[in-house]
């Protein structure tokens, strides 16, 4: 099975019906997280298990089902959760040794997949149902929490409020935005705010992401990867910070480009949903060498 066709190939099938599975607002119930070992899903994973209108947040195997004394109600459809695979792909060097008594590894990072199923999916013991955490929810304001989130980066970018257009300079190391007067809603410009940061992120002094790294030109494939790992990212962000991400400026456009993206290149977004879970912890601080 291609990984990268099938999670292409859903992504395309929510836009077509005018979902935008990375635009939904995930921190009314929490992030995607594991049932068993309660550890948040990453990477293009938050857009599989974010799109299913569940309002639980767990998720489960079949297997970790069974083993709690449960079930997958009949009839219920899984959804696939997407893993890197590490192969130590073992080589002879026949050049060194005609005898082929030398070795050498080689190792490879294979895309795989697993089903999981949602809580609302399963029966489960009355015992495992209360021992689950209390969703979190939010009381705070949210564009105090997104400027906690722009004023705690580390090696930040300048930013400064001019002109009407929001945009990112790796040559200036700048990013501009607009009078906040002329964002037409408080998320508008959160969102925009993120999207920017996000891009910033990939600097040469930071992540060094091969669209910021060099002169690309606009439409390219490299282009649009980075242009999505931007908008992946600003909606990682601005789950953290609790606020409704769900605002789309001409949303016909915005999601027709993003079709004929996704039909042209079936790796576009995997890579970039990585990149931008990247982009999303280092602008918070986290230790980029979490696994996914």
Not at 24 to 35: A, C, E, F
Not at 161 to 187: C, H, N
Request: with cysteine.
């Amino acid at each position: 099975m291609d990984v990268y066709a099938t999670v292409t190939e859903k992504i395309i099938n929510l836009l077509e019906a005018g979902v935008v599975p990375w635009r939904r607002p995930w921190t009314s119930v929490g992030l995607p997280r594991n049932l068993v070992s309660k550890k948040p899903y990453r990477g293009v994973n938050v857009c599989l298990l974010s799109a299913p209108k569940y309002v639980s947040p767990f998720w489960l195997t079949l297997r970790q089902a069974n083993e709690l004394g449960g079930q997958i109600r009949k009839g219920e459809q899984s959804t696939i959760v997407v893993y890197w695979k590490v192969d130590d792909e073992k080589q002879r060097c026949e050049d060194l040794d005609p005898e082929g008594r030398q070795e050498k590894t080689r190792r490879r990072f294979l895309l795989r997949f697993y089903r999981v199923f949602n809580q609302e999916q399963c029966d489960l013991p009355r015992a495992v149902l209360d021992k689950l955490p209390t969703i979190e929810t939010h009381q705070h304001d949210p564009i105090e929490a997104v400027e906690k989130i722009i004023a705690g980066m580390s090696n930040p970018p300048e930013i400064i409020r001019a002109g009407s257009q929001a945009f990112y300079s790796p040559l200036t190391d700048r990013v501009t935005l607009p009078p906040r007067e002329l964002f037409i809603s408080a998320e508008e410009e959160a969102c925009t705010a993120l999207h920017e940061l996000v891009h910033s992120s990939g600097s040469e002094k930071r992540l060094a992401r091969e669209g910021l790294c060099e002169a690309v030109p606009f439409g390219s494939p490299v282009y649009s990867k980075e242009e999505l790992c931007a908008e992946l990212g600003a909606a990682y962000l601005c789950a953290e910070a609790g606020i409704s991400n769900a605002v789309i400026s001409n949303q016909a456009s915005y999601v027709a480009g993003w079709l004929k993206a996704l039909h042209d290149n079936r790796t576009l977004l995997i890579h970039a949903a990585a990149q931008a879970q990247r982009a999303a912890d280092y602008i918070l601080g986290r230790d980029l060498r979490e696994d996914n």
